[in-house]
């Protein structure tokens, strides 16, 4: 609507709309040269950035987004946050350099400017016919170089992305550096001409070559471990303007002075391929580009849509076999939120891996759950949540962000609930696939039919069958099965390396087998054996199995595991609750002799760890969501009143887990570890 009114104004008018918006800019800059001091100017800087991290909206979170695919393997969600705060703070002072520094005397510059890498910048200047080539990014002080060109006395071009503001563009964008820079500014649009034929006629030209590859041949090249899109005009610049090609960039400095650094110069492929030189150059250009963001990630452009994929207009001109075009390229899958629900996930998430062997996968889901994911190697990046995202009503809309600035083009869900569906339908995602639960079958596309035959079978094999109806879509066919489905992680050994470690520290043996005891339930205290049963099983493990006993379980559970402790006769039992994370858990676990859980997460995580597992049950009935493995077991307790959806139970004396004494519990034990043997 807006664009509708200005095109209803007329050339008069236009013009003094136009010239008011340069009149304001230039308010702003009048405002920033008055101050004396640069400290005080960049501090300013600093505060509207930290403002636009608070407002931004959409730009924040997408620069956390673009943080997380970047780093995501090395840092946590806090330090990304952290990371992407400073980012919106180097912009703010970056939007102050833009107006102060075209006014710098040269003694300023000769006082601001540190030069690094003067070898190359003389190679590069060196007496010749051959043109030179610098390439730049969005990092660092980019407005910098346009001032050290006056500085240097270096003449030539500079490519830059114009505004529609006429008098912005002829009176601050086209006087970057100052009026003596020696800087002929050239739009970036329709130049490729100009621009090779300024190369090989011996000229210096300056680009932002990270842009991209949306409008002008668009290129796939390796960015962070991700394929992302770049412009190859810039690689046919190098290649047939037969110039030098040199690195260039400008970065603040702690002092408040500036480092140009003039790089080393970047080889160029020439051969009679020319489009695979273009792939090569860009990619070999992205190179250089990274490593300077892994130096300083607080001076990139994170909010810059580097990591989006092809759009619409770009599909056309990628020259894709047209089946596996229509193939998803980046798939974001929805865990679930419960321990026990995503161990049951792992042999349909593998079945993705598998069916999709190109594509990049990213885990959606809890924090907690997330290395998980990863360990089990159900994606290449995670996209996580915790508390501070808000309840079902306000995480989509903060969730958005995150998915949008992740281009997918297809979601899977796992979890049942309206609010992923919901969610990936808020953020355009093409592709939209899960069950029709919850009402939300209006914002599926890819819907999987829930038959009586899936509901009578175990839960993995319901997200087994989402998966076995992804293949039928995309190529027509099921998978025929292959064995039992493997809810097994991977455990590192440097993981068992620090389990070993700990244990051995509160004092546990490895001369003699341990068991884990697991008696929490963090979503219904019904399914909880009783605290004295807990305590009467770890003593006549001691007594009659000379077995150690460690006690497992989230931190809230860490008090009620002190309880049981205080109701033993028997000494030295360990409790690690809330002393490791879901990763340390595992590796526990699978160094036991036998976990003995409630019905939770726990025993499901046993199976993971490729645990013998026993399992108590109660209230609830084992079937379609009982730990699923060879090593899994199961002890029912019997009542009239069995089973309920009670969180706590109603009825004195706990009757259905009464019904499971500690005797009987210890004969099972014994029975399964015979077995075994």
Known sequence: MESDRRSDLGPGAKIFAEYLVYLFFRLIEEFFCALSDDGTALSIGRFFGRVMFVLGGDRRNAAIAHLAIAFGNEWTPAQIRMMARKNFEHLGMLGVEFFRIRRWSHEKLAEKLVIEGKKNFDLAWSPGPKGIFYVTAHFGSFEVLAAMSRFMGLRGNLVITTTPNRFVNERMLFRRGGAESGLNTLPHRGIVRTVIDALRGGEMVVVLADQRGDDTRPVWVNYFGVPVLANGVFARFAAEGAAYTFPIMARRMADGRYLCSFGEEIPIQVSDDKEADIVVNSQRFHEVFEAWLREDPSQGF?????????????????????????????????????????????????????????????????????????????????????????????????????????????AVLFQNAFESAFTSWLAGIPWRAGYTTDLRGPLLNLKVPLGDGIRSKHQVFYYLALADFLEAHFYGNKKTSNGPPDCSVPIPEAQMGRAKNLLSSLGVSFDRPFFVLCPGSVNSEAKRWPADSFARLADLIKERLGGQVVFAGASGERCLI???????????????????????????????????????????????????????????????????GSGAHIIQGAASCAPCRHYRCPVAGHPCMRGVEPDAMLEKIEELLCNRD
Not at 605 to 617: G, H, Q, Y
């Open 562 to 628: 002190d309880e049981i402790l205080s109701l033993t006769k028997q000494s030295g039992s360990v409790n690690i609750a809330g002393r490791v994370d879901i990763m340390d858990s595992l590796a526990v676990m699978r160094l036991s002799e036998m976990v003995i859980s409630n019905d939770t997460g726990s025993a499901h995580l046993a199976v993971a760890a490729r645990s013998l597992v026993l399992t108590i049950f109660g209230p609830t009935v084992p079937g379609a969501t009982a730990p699923y």
């Open 302 to 410: 994170w909010m810059h849509r580097k990591f989006k994929r092809k759009s619409r207009r770009v599909a056309s001109r990628l020259n894709a076999d047209k089946n596996d075009s229509r193939l998803p390229s980046r798939i974001v899958l929805r865990g679930t939120n419960w321990v026990g629900d995503t161990v049951m996930s792992i042999p349909a998430a593998r079945e993705l891996r598998r069916m999709f062997p190109q594509a990049v996968i990213v885990y959606w889901g809890p924090t907690g759950i997330a290395p998980l994911a990863l360990a089990a190697g159900l994606a290449d990046k995670v996209i996580s949540f915790g508390p501070e995202a808000g309840g079902p009503l306000r995480r989509p809309f903060r969730m958005r962000g995150s998915l949008v600035s992740g281009d997918f083009d297809m």
